[in-house]
């Protein structure tokens, strides 16, 4: 069974850092898929969800939606089935659900979300 367990989340003021974590387990995901990408999405209250991040499998090729460039980084470890999402310079508009997908070949797979909120 395929699962992502996202971690890392929590309460966060502007300025501050934070690392999510996405781990991939289940038959459905290996090691050896190169055609395995790993991203980020995230949906704030009353919006629709939107793409933050994607890394495909090499780790060499990576795509950033535009509010993040600069902030985000999505490295991927040697494992293949890990991926993290490191979030400088936060903003409150960065408070969000976040969740990790996986797409093979066409199909995706999702987490449950791991939620980052603003404090004041």
């Known amino acids: 069974q395929a699962q992502l367990v996202e971690s890392g989340g929590g309460s966060v003021q502007a300025g501050d850092s934070l690392r999510l974590s996405c781990v991939a387990s289940?038959?459905?995901?290996?090691?050896?898929?190169?055609?395995?990408?790993m991203g980020w999405y995230r949906q704030a209250p009353g919006k629709e969800r939107e793409f933050v991040a994607r890394i495909d499998w090499s780790g060499v090729n990576t795509s950033y939606a535009e509010p993040v460039k600069g902030r985000f980084t999505i490295p991927r470890p040697n494992t293949k089935l890990t991926t993290y999402l490191r979030m400088n310079s936060l903003k409150p508009e960065d408070a969000a659900v976040y969740y990790c997908?996986?797409?093979?070949?066409?199909?995706?797979?999702w987490g449950k979300g791991t939620p980052v909120t603003a404090s004041s």
């Open positions: 289940g038959r459905t995901f290996s090691t050896f898929d190169y055609d395995m990408d």
């Open positions: 997908n996986v797409q093979i070949r066409g199909v995706d797979y």
